[in-house]
């Protein structure tokens, strides 16, 4: 079985700019979640997505922050326009309807210079 | 919401020592307490988990214990080894999986 999978891994770019990071969950998998660790500190929420509709989006940072998970299946998270305090690793987790383990992908280092 | 609270942020231990990582949380309503393991440049991954309905669980090495009354809950490494170094982190949800809360995390060094 394929495991979570993100790309980019590492994305370095300037203040100002538009990035896109993209998921694709485990097959099967109706829940998929973003969340973010900014250095050092805990690893939080960002928002839940159920198949193609989002369940909560509270931990959403601003506006300039926006997630789609098109037809359920992989999701983008396009972060417009980035600023500074964007800079860490965001993850992308997912599992099945009432399934207890959470699968985690890799992370998206994002680095705004 | 959930708040969750973990330390020490990083510990050192020798190889064969004991090591204990413990989370409070704030909301009653948790009843789901997931510990994921992040090796060095990869994923974090699920090494154990408890319920509320249950007070300590245990799969060879590693142990978790749970307090529901003092909403607090304990990892517990025994007879560790250089590969146990990683960043841990616990987490706290009311339903499995789903909006887990997680720790600040706990850098762990296990020394040869």
């Known amino acids: 079985e394929a495991g979570v999978t993100q790309f980019p891994s590492h994305s370095v770019i300037e203040k100002g700019q538009t990035v896109t990071l993209r998921c694709d969950p485990i097959s099967g998998h109706d829940n998929l979640y973003w969340y973010r660790r900014v250095m050092g500190k805990e690893i939080k929420f960002l928002l839940h997505f159920v198949k193609e509709s989002k369940q909560d989006e509270s931990g959403m940072p601003n506006n300039r922050f926006l997630a789609e998970r098109t037809g359920g299946t992989y999701s983008t998270l396009k972060v417009q326009p980035a600023e500074l305090e964007d800079s860490g690793v965001y993850f992308c987790a997912s599992n099945r309807q009432g399934g207890e383990k959470l699968f985690f992908g890799s992370g998206t280092q994002l680095s705004v210079l | ?112």
């Open chain 2, 1 to 112: 919401g959930e708040n969750v609270e973990q330390h020490p942020s990083t510990l050192s231990v020798q190889e064969g020592d004991s090591a204990v990582i413990k989370c409070t949380y704030s909301d009653s309503a948790s009843n789901y307490f997931p510990w994921y393991k992040q090796e060095l440049g990869k994923r974090p991954q699920l090494i154990i988990d408890i319920r509320s309905n249950v007070g300590e669980k245990k799969d060879q090495r590693i142990a978790v214990t749970l307090n529901k009354t003092a909403k607090h809950f304990s990892l517990h490494i025994t007879e560790t080894q250089p590969e146990d170094s990683a960043v841990y982190f616990c987490a706290a949800g009311n339903n499995a999986g789903n909006m887990l809360t997680f720790g600040g995390g706990t850098r762990l060094m296990v020394k040869p």
